[in-house]
T-cell receptor, first 114, second 112 residues
């Protein structure tokens, strides 16, 4: 059984397009996260939701908009894609924000912007 | 703000012991986590230290010294499958509560 799943696994698109990545967790966790991992493997948090409420909103361009329809799902929509958006995007979850030290990551979505 | 430092790469032979050090600077601190990530894979949680001392989980151990803002991950009896990147991550306080700040990662290369 997949704990944290993401779709799609690969995304290749042109500059200027809009795309979405979906994430689902079946662990019953309250908290979900989006991370961006660049080519140097640096993992940077972008957003976090706790029970559908946005609790972490790092300094990311407002072209990135997360949405959590329920606590098991967290989606990421990206408008007007740029070359610099090419990266691997990971979704993760934890039982609560207070237990953020132990996160379960999805398999990642490799986004390539041409 | 927060910053973490760890070596970029460590190479060792099968059966050896490797220690990956991590020093951190944070405005608040709850604990230090370690994650493993194989090439093309997702980060997976290895261990967490909130208190000073050594935590052992099989071949892997993690240590924390809060007074020195320092921790390490010890990999014993290295196996080829241990070749991966290892990240330390700080769970901070204040504005960083609920957030994990990751180091840049240490690539461990295990050779036969």
């Amino acid at each position: 059984d997949t704990a944290v799943s993401q779709t799609p696994k690969y995304l290749v698109t042109q500059m200027g397009n809009d795309k979405s990545i979906k994430c689902e967790q079946n662990l019953g966790h309250d908290t979900m996260y989006w991370y961006k991992q660049d080519s140097k493997k640096f993992l940077k948090i972008m957003f976090s939701y706790n029970n559908k409420e946005l609790i972490i909103n790092e300094t990311v361009p407002n072209r990135f908009s997360p949405k959590s329809p329920d606590k098991a799902h967290l989606n990421l929509h990206i408008n007007s894609l740029e070359l610099g958006d090419s990266a691997v995007y990971f979704c993760a979850s934890s039982r609560s924000p207070g237990l953020a030290h132990e996160q379960f990551f999805g398999p990642g979505t490799r986004l390539t912007v041409l | 703000g927060q910053s973490l430092e760890q070596p970029s790469e460590v190479t060792a032979v099968e059966g050896a012991i490797v220690q990956i050090n991590c020093t951190y600077q944070t405005s608040g601190f709850y604990g230090l986590s370690w994650y493993q990530q194989h090439d093309g894979g997702a980060p997976t949680f290895l261990s967490y230290n909130a208190l000073d001392g050594l935590e052992e989980t099989g071949r892997f151990s993690s240590f924390l010294s809060r007074s020195d803002s320092y921790g390490y991950l010890l990999l014993q009896e290295l196996q080829m499958k241990d070749s991966a990147s290892y990240f330390c991550a700080v769970r901070g306080g204040g504005d960083s509560w609920g957030k994990l700040q990751f180091g840049a990662g240490t690539q461990v290369v295990v050779t036969p």
